[in-house]
């Protein structure tokens, strides 16, 4: 029998997040990392980069902060070049706001939390560089010149910022083409929660590495859209009701028949999706919520491309 998988071209949509302080966190956002507001409520606020929405920040007051549970490790803010993340690294040390630049030798990157402990990575592509290799213990990157790397060195931060242009705005906010890249889970098995992104939803298994306690899933070969990990301990429960923190996140889908397929394989497993704002929302076995969402655009870029590959 043929296993169920994602459509090849389903992204990361976007995250939500509860929080405390609403005002503090959109200036937050807009300021210092460089995102836009795209609308505004009293209690609800919407950011990304000019183009979909990325980040909804929904206030309350009363939400708490929860130590040893599941919830969000980071969400991954993909940048298109190197240059835009030298930018938006220049701009944060600029403000001197503590962040650690890592290079993944695949990816340049680097982390960060928000003023109320979301955990947030600023990254861009450099697959010219090397690889990831996982072997179901631990996490290394290979260089391209062959050579090993524990994957997470310091960053050069001068070569980095070589790829700045003289007048470039640090104050200017991050490009349309920026997107979510990957979501990061803390949770409380990791086979129990493969199972659920690999078996239920669809992804692709990149690896588990248990002396890292972490895995990773994907689709269409990417090194991860998923990270998942036992950080917070090893059967470590949901966050309760009244978490600050991950609130959802959404998994973009190129067309309503993609979407039907995840719900169908969904029930198949005994899971009931439940009515969405955006589409259809399902729970990980950690109470993570997942919404399942349509984007036109995914399905328009994958026509271009596949227009493309036929003239070439």
Not at 30 to 59: F, K, N, T
Request: proline share 8%; hydrophobic share 40%.
């Amino acid at each position: 029998m043929t296993k169920f998988r994602l459509h090849p071209k389903t992204r990361p949509g976007a995250v939500a997040l509860t929080v405390i302080d609403l005002p503090r966190m959109v200036d937050f956002y807009q300021r210092l990392l460089g995102l836009r507001l795209h609308a505004r409520s009293e209690d609800v606020a919407v950011l990304g980069a000019g183009g979909p929405d990325l980040l909804y920040l929904y206030e309350n007051p009363n939400a708490r902060r929860y130590r040893g549970v599941c919830g969000l490790y980071h969400f991954a803010v993909l940048l298109p070049d190197r240059r835009e993340l030298a930018r938006a690294i220049a701009r944060l040390l600029q403000a001197r706001y503590p962040n650690a630049p890592t290079d993944h030798i695949m990816t340049k990157t680097t982390y960060l939390d928000d003023p109320e402990g979301n955990g947030i990575e600023l990254y861009c592509e450099s697959p010219e560089d090397g690889e990831f290799v996982v072997d179901g213990q631990r996490f290394y990157a290979r260089r391209a010149d062959g050579s090993w790397s524990d994957g997470r060195e310091p960053l050069d931060l001068h070569a980095l910022f070589r790829h700045l242009r003289p007048g470039d705005d640090l104050a200017a906010p991050m490009p349309p083409p920026t997107r979510i890249g990957h979501v990061h889970l803390h949770v409380g098995d990791l086979e129990e929660a493969m199972r659920f992104y690999c078996d239920v939803l669809g992804f692709d298994d990149k690896g588990l590495m248990r002396l890292f306690r972490m895995a990773m899933v994907s689709v269409d070969g990417y090194h991860h859209h998923i990270g998942l990990n036992t950080w917070q301990g090893e059967g470590a429960p949901p966050a309760p009701p009244d978490a600050a923190g991950l609130r959802w996140f959404s998994l973009a889908l190129p067309d309503d028949a993609a979407l039907e397929s995840v719900l169908e394989n969904v029930r198949h497993h005994g899971l009931t999706p439940e009515p969405h704002a955006f589409g259809w929302q399902v729970r990980d076995p950690f109470n993570h919520r997942i919404v399942l969402t349509v984007d036109p655009a995914l399905a328009a870029a994958a026509l271009q491309e596949e227009s493309q590959r036929r003239t070439n």
